[in-house]
């Protein structure tokens, strides 16, 4: 067994503002974003949540900006966490009550916009969602070389290297351009290559969209979000955000690849299982890590795939990490709420995350709900723990007696309720009340009341 070190803070590159410089240009750059959401606060408006043309139009005269630039705020301000959506309903987000007293929240904040620069900067309307996810996707390299170069950065460069990157995408997935290859191209312009266009549709190779446009387009979006500058088209630069959230992100990358679970190329179930004998801090640790080094959509989508397999120990992990995820998973999160199997986890996620204390959120929960939940942890603990776990996890059901918990444990319908009373009955020491579960586990097997 070998001794791991522990790895030095890294620190910024040089020249990078203090923290609470940084956080007053983010403050800067999200300025209409939190006066929306403010107003918004205070109106609680049903019709806010929507922003309706009635309600822009009120905000409009209320904070002296034009409609389009009170829809450009509110949209910051969602993708932000300033605003949170519960229904109907907009109500402020933690980070608008943190916003002028927390750099770190404001931080945070101005981040998750970076993150979805492509949405801020919609892509144009006649360019295929194959092509734009293909640039989304090779972006990182881009803001790579800028952070690197220190300095302004000309178009042609990151053009070419761009063009170099989808190509390699396209290559990994085994993509081969199909339909009539262009023969002709004039002698001015030279052969076109695979990567200089980007076929709009798989079934549409004839009408390339140039990997400029899309480019121009990326960097555009990057300038709205207070990423990087623009010299009248010829250069990018990054700001000092950009240039600090580029390295956060790789800093992220590096921490990935050394942590003791080596968990950031796993599988979200390799990596849940990787965490299993964690403690909450350093398995949070491991989270973070791994979801740094994929996008919120798709790791989302894997950890509520592994909640919804067989293995309780894995489905109560994957909601550990989905509340690392925070904000950003709630949609697909509250989605989930109509499968049985996950609604109890879903309740006490939303509970939490709408600001109620860990310790009370279980309030919202039904008995029945409640008692299959309790249920499916010890069918975790069954499958992983001790038995001693598992004794001490009886004292936890909301029922008061081991015969009402039985009752309603048999007709709660859970499928692994007769092998969660076999391991209760071993492990309870009490031969009377062993003999008594015994038999629910047998009625429970054998369709018995």
């Excluded at 959401?37 to 005269?61: F, K, M, N, Y």
């Excluded at 509970?351 to 039904?366: K, R, Y």
């Excluded at 059901?397 to 391991?423: I, Y």
Aim: net charge negative; hydrophobic share 45%.
């Amino acid at each position: 067994m070998t001794t791991r070190g522990t790895r030095p803070a890294p620190r910024p590159p040089e020249g990078t503002p203090v923290p609470s410089e940084l956080a007053r240009q983010a403050r800067t750059v999200l300025a209409d974003a939190v006066r929306i959401a403010r107003w918004a606060a205070v109106e609680r408006d049903p019709s806010t949540a929507q922003l309706s043309g009635r309600t822009q139009e009120r905000a409009a005269v209320a904070l002296e900006l034009t409609p389009l630039q009170v829809r450009a705020g509110w949209d910051r301000a969602r993708l932000a966490g300033l605003v949170e959506l519960h229904g109907d309903t907009a109500r402020p987000g933690w980070r608008l009550r943190a916003w002028d007293r927390d750099d770190m929240a404001v931080l945070r904040g101005w981040v998750a916009l970076f993150d979805a620069w492509s949405l801020v900067h919609p892509a144009p309307d006649d360019v295929a969602p194959t092509a734009v996810a293909e640039v989304v996707e090779a972006v990182p390299q881009v803001l790579s070389l800028l952070q690197l170069s220190a300095g302004p950065v000309l178009v042609p460069v990151l053009l070419d290297l761009l063009q170099q990157r989808v190509a390699e995408l396209r290559e990994e997935r085994c993509e081969v351009a199909y339909g009539p290859q262009p023969e002709d191209a004039d002698a001015d312009s030279g052969p076109a290559s695979d990567s200089e266009h980007v076929p709009e549709s798989d079934s549409d190779a004839g009408a390339p969209v140039p990997v400029s446009l899309l480019l121009d387009w990326a960097l555009e979006g990057l300038s709205a979000v207070g990423a990087l500058t623009l010299d009248k088209g010829r250069s990018a630069t990054l700001t000092p955000l950009g240039n600090w959230a580029v390295w956060v992100k790789l800093e992220q990358i590096c921490v990935a690849a050394q942590s003791p679970a080596g968990n950031i190329e796993q599988s979200a179930e390799d990596m849940l299982r990787g965490c299993a004998r964690l403690t909450p801090g350093p398995a949070r640790a491991e989270y973070r890590a791994w979801l740094a080094a994929r996008t919120v959509s798709s790791a989302v989508a894997e950890l509520l795939g592994v909640a919804r397999g067989e293995d309780a120990l894995l489905r109560g992990l994957a909601f550990e990490a989905l509340r690392v995820v925070g904000a950003p998973a709630e949609a697909e999160v509250r989605a989930a709420a109509d499968e049985p199997s996950l609604r109890p986890y879903v309740l006490l996620w939303l509970a939490e995350h709408e600001g109620a204390d860990p310790e009370d959120a279980a309030d919202v929960l039904t008995r029945e709900e409640a008692t299959w939940l309790w249920v499916d942890t010890a069918a975790a603990v069954a499958d992983h723990g001790e038995p001693q776990l598992l004794l001490r996890h009886l004292d936890s059901a909301v029922q008061g007696t081991v015969p009402a918990l039985l009752d309603e444990v048999r007709a709660g319908g859970h499928p692994r309720t007769v092998q969660v009373l076999v391991a209760l009955a071993a492990a309870h020491p009490d031969p009377a009340l062993a003999k008594a579960v015994r038999r629910a586990a047998f009625q429970v097997h054998t369709g018995g009341a």
